[in-house]
Each structure stands twice: as C-alpha cells, then as structure tokens.
C-alpha cells in the first residue's frame, strides 16, 4: 500500500506547482531528468544469451503462422509490427474469430517491462510466448503440435541447429519460445522526439509538448509512468482514486487478483509503458478507450481524483506524441515451405473458454 | 476447341520421345529454351507508369489492415509474402472466419498474367486489388468506407501526394489499387536454379530434376506450361481428358463459364503458372490437394490422360522444386497511427452469400 500513499502524496502536491509557461526549456529538462531517461537502444538480454542466428530463427517464428492451428496467425497478427507492435483491435481476434479477454498490448520494447502481460503472470518475454501458442482464442495449437508441425519443415533444421549448436534435436518449445524473446529483445524504439529532449536538444519538444510534460510532472501523471518507459515497472490499481466505468474496467476483470488471489490485488494491472503510445489505440486493458485524449482525462480521474481541462488534455496528448521512437526495421523473414508431412491447417472453431484471460 | 487437340496431339506424340537418362544437359538445355524463358526480373508496367512513391504506398496499402473492415485483413493475409505470396490454406479465411470459394494465388509474379483470379475476371493488379476489399467474405468493406478510413489518417496526406502529385484529392479508390498493382509489379522472384539452367548453367539441375524437365516436356505438361511462367498465359479445362474428383473439382464452380456464361467454358480455368509452386500448397483452384505430387499425378490423368510412374512423379516434383525463385525483400513498412476521427474497427459478423466466388 505504501506505493498508493507515494502517488496520491505527490499527486497533491503536484497541483500547487508553478504553471506550465513559466518553465524555462532547460529547466524543465533538468527536471524531466531526475524523472524519466532516454529509452536504452539495446535491452537486456533475459537470460537467453541471445545470439545473431537465435536472432534470426526468432524472427522467423515470429512471423509463422504455422505455430497456430489454423496456420494463419502468428505473433504478428496480434503485435503487427506494421502497427505499433499490436493489432488496432479492442480486444483481439483470435482462432475461429473468438475474442480474446484483454488489449493486446505491444511487443516493442516489452522486455523492458518487470513482467509480461497485464496482469503480470509470465516472468519474462520467453514465458509469455508459450501463451498464445496455446490459448484456445488466440491460436488455439498445443505445443506438442506446434512442434510437431515444425519438425516436418526441412526448411527449419538449419537454424535451429544454427541457434542451438549444443542441442541434438533442437526443435523444442523451449527453444522456440527462446528463440523468439531474442528478436524480440530486438525490439527497442529509440530516438523518440522526448529522447532527443532529455539528452539536451530543447528543440526536440515544442512548447505546447512541453507544456504537456510540465503538466505530466506537476499533475503527477508521473508518479507511475516514469523511468525509460514511463510505466512497466508496477503494478497499480486501476482507479486508485475513483473507479473508472464498467465498460472501462468491466467488474469480472480483477486483474493481477486473478494470479495471485490476494484480494488487495483486485484491479491492479501492470502500469502500461507509454512509449509509442499515439500508435497503440485503443486504450487501457479493456480496450474501450479510442482517443488518447478520452484516455488521458480518465486517468487524471480515476488515479488522480482530478478533472483536466480541455487545454491540459491537450497538451499533455502532445506531449504523449512525442514518445513515439524510431521504429524497428524489419525484413520481412521468407519461411521455408511446407511439405507433404506438414499437417494440413485445421480452422474448425474451437471451444474456448470465454472467461479466460488472454493479456 | 483448337487448344485442346493440340494438347492432346502433343501429349500423344510426347509419350513416344525418349527417356530421360539418355539426354545430355546441353541437349536438354536446349530444348528446354525452345517451350521455355527465364523470368525476367521486372514486370512489365500495366498502364501504370509506377514511380518509386507509388511503390512505397502501395507497400504501405498492401500490408494495410485498415482497408479491411476488421482492421485485421490486409492484402499480406492471404497473400503472405512470408509464405510464397499465398496463406497455406485450402481457401481462405476472411472477415468472420467465413471460408473464401477458391484458392488464394500467390501474389508473387502476378502481373505477368494475362488476368487476375483463377477465372480472369479481372483484368489487371489494380481491377483484381479492388475486389477483396469489397468482398464480404474477404475483408468485408466497401470502397467508399476504406476511403473514408484513410481520410482521418494524417500520415497518408504525404505518401498519397507523392505518389499522386497532380491530383487536388489523392485518396480514392482508384488511385490505392493502382499504387498496390505498382508495388505488385515490383513482386518478381528471378534466379530460381531452373533460369540458371536456361541461361546456361548446366549443374543449376541435377539428374532428377533434369530427369523431371524432360518428362515434363515429353509427357506434354509443357502444353498448358510454357513460357517464363510455366502457366499464366491461358484458360483450360480443369478435365480436359477426365473429369478429376468432385473433392478435387466441385461440380458447383463452373470456373471462367461463371464470368462469360458460354457453355463452352464450363470448368475452364487460368492456368496457374508453376513458379513457386513448392511453396504454396495446397494445389488447385478448389485447394484441395496438399501434396505437389498428388497434383502432378492427377494433372497427368485429368489433362494428359496418363497415369505417371512413382518415379516419374518424383522426377517432375524435383523439376517443380527449381521453379522456387529469389524471393522479393521486404521491408515491412511502418503505417502511420490512426486518430480519434479513425472508425473504430467492426468485427461483428457479415452476412456472407456463401457461393460467391472469390478468387
């Protein structure tokens, strides 16, 4: 409970600061300093040891669709690297056009983040690519069979045996899931227009952006979205002051409570990274959200107790804007081909559980 | 009807010609260059006249699930150009889940085709790029709402003026399937070891495969595949000699005849050019055949009217396997973020007429 007491202490605080056109640009980048740093280019690497061809072959199962049962999902579908890393969807769309639970939340920078997805219940990036693979509502496979799909592609020996030279059958979940958290360790947008400010370029923010992060800082949106990521580092009730709306946070979704039971753990979430944030609609775990705008007020809202003005939305929104990094190049992998062994895609609806989370 | 006997009489003397052991390389080679050319590595411009900024937004428009309905489906759904240009299903799956009526060609060398769809019912890249995006099965928009879409995206104002510098509105539907046929007439795949072969490169094939190019030229598959493509120049009976299977051939999809209603073009189908063809299985207009030597076999007996060897089959499969090109590099692109003003994507389900034809 004391992170709670932190926040609503320097969210009181913070509304006595001095207004936002009073503040020198260099002023308020030292001050932007002591909260927030330029996102790192290179992430660190979760105890895969990550190599060029793990790289390589991580890449490829990012982009295969064959790790579903339908064969036409992979990892993109839901974290499109052509979008921002996730899928414009409220909540995603999986095997047999069933709905997954939760927002997807994007893949770049994700291994920054102290867990994986909202409610925090895979330890690192390799953990959290094991999920999907098997959830009925994403793409519905088992891992036995994903493996077992893989296996009958000729294509795929070579760089798993170049990811993997110690392994004599390397073609496991392990090192697939492996495999894929080190491209995704790749994943990394620096070089945001914010970047550029706090390593000294003051022309990087115009005023009304920086009139935005003087409003971030002084209202306390930063009490929980600071560091490099501005967020992913906590988890937080989602309405700390006030309870959002039930379309915005429907009741059935107690978040981190549902891992680890603990009913001061109801609503908690993972405090979800802003970095790229103007590329990622819609909003929030629930996805109801469409406008950053809408979702900046009810933040100041539900976790602050207090009402911004439509010029504070504003700004502040364009302040957001300028986390947006320099995207990952990416080319796209050409997959070895299927052969007559391969299992023929099998897109008959499953039986999901609709209750079961998937973010 | 002159095109069938042809075939026959070429079939019938072919099954006299000599066997493939006694051929030399060079003689082969040889004959090869008489029914055959290397694919050229540029497409011809279908009236076009691409520039490199319609390239680039039609790369943007092709990997562009903000033109389907959903905002899941882009072009790179069921033409992954991960996957040989084509998505490894049966028939596609579109908006819904609903199932598409026919196989998805590969996009790869398409514009070298004499007409798009299986039943040319198109005549170009750009009359083909604006049918799935309409279609209710496929991506499930209209034309006029993907406009609309595109409209509240601020960062297509400058690609679609680039690309399309006289025009006052740039954002129509017309010019978004032109700039997609001119990033498809970029989509070549030269230098598979075959056009090595023909450009004189006689170790380019070893003894099966060029075991297989002499009984694919001798048996008479050369009749239907000819030319840089191996297909793609014209329309032919799918049971030419003998109706295949109703699996095979569903009596329901009367192919070309659904386009020009002349009895006479009943089951005619475009011939699909074999380049690549390793790489997208299942085969047929109705996908109904997995593996690449079940096709061949079933070719034989349906067009030629002759049951192959085992190791014929073989042969000619290997043949197959050295039409598989260099594949175009991709650079994914990065899609410009939507707005507030953007819809909100739509993923209730469509009311699908089931029988239409989709590809």
């Known amino acids: 409970m004391h992170i709670r007491s932190t926040i609503l ?33 290179t992430m660190p690497d979760q105890g895969i040891d990550a190599t ?5 072959l991580g890449k490829m199962l ?29 909540t995603s769309v999986g095997h047999g056009w069933e709905r997954g639970g939760r927002n997807a939340p994007t893949v770049l920078n994700a291994g920054f983040h102290i867990a994986q997805f909202w409610d925090g219940r895979a330890a690192d990036l390799a953990e959290q690519a094991a999920g999907p693979i098997a959830n009925p509502v994403e793409m519905s496979h088992s891992h036995t069979d ?6 009958t592609i000729p294509g ?39 970047d550029r400010f706090l390593n000294g370029d003051l022309t990087a923010l115009d005023a009304t952006e920086r009139a935005g992060l003087d409003a971030f800082m002084t209202k306390g949106c930063v009490g929980c979205h600071s560091g490099a990521l501005l967020g992913g580092d906590q988890y937080q009730p989602f309405g700390l ?34 970095r ?7 909003y929030f775990h629930s996805g109801a959200v469409w406008s950053l705008g809408e979702a900046v007020s009810i933040m100041a809202e539900s976790q602050l107790g207090m009402s911004l003005t439509d010029a504070e939305v504003a700004e502040i929104t364009a302040f957001l804007k300028t986390l947006t990094g320099k995207q990952p190049q990416v080319d796209l992998p050409v997959l070895p081909a299927s052969t007559a062994d391969t299992p023929a895609p099998d897109v008959t609806a499953a039986n999901a559980t609709a209750a079961e989370a998937t973010r």
């Open 156 to 194: 795929y020996a070579a760089p798993f045996a170049a990811a993997f030279p110690d392994a004599d059958e390397p073609i496991t979940i392990e090192r697939m899931t492996k495999a894929i958290a080190a491209y995704e360790q790749t994943l990394t947008t620096p070089d945001a227009p914010f």
């Open 52 to 56: 060029a061809d793990m790289v390589t």
């Open 146 to 151: 994903a493996v077992a799909t893989l296996k």
């Open 62 to 90: 990012f982009f295969e669709p064959r790790l579903s049962r339908s064969q036409l999902i992979s990892c993109n579908t839901c974290h499109n690297l052509a979008t921002g890393g996730a899928d414009l969807q409220a």
């Open 276 to 282: 790229n944030v103007a590329l990622t609609p819609p």
């Open 241 to 274: 002051v006030q309870a959002p709306s039930d379309a915005v946070r429907p009741p059935e979704d107690t978040g981190r409570h549902q891992v680890t039971g603990d009913e001061a753990d109801k609503y908690l979430f993972k405090v979800p990274s802003l």
């Open 9 to 41: 202490a320097l969210s009181l605080a913070a509304v006595t600061a001095a207004p936002a056109a009073a503040i020198e640009p260099s002023q308020l980048a030292a001050q932007a300093r002591q909260m927030f740093e330029p996102l790192p280019a």
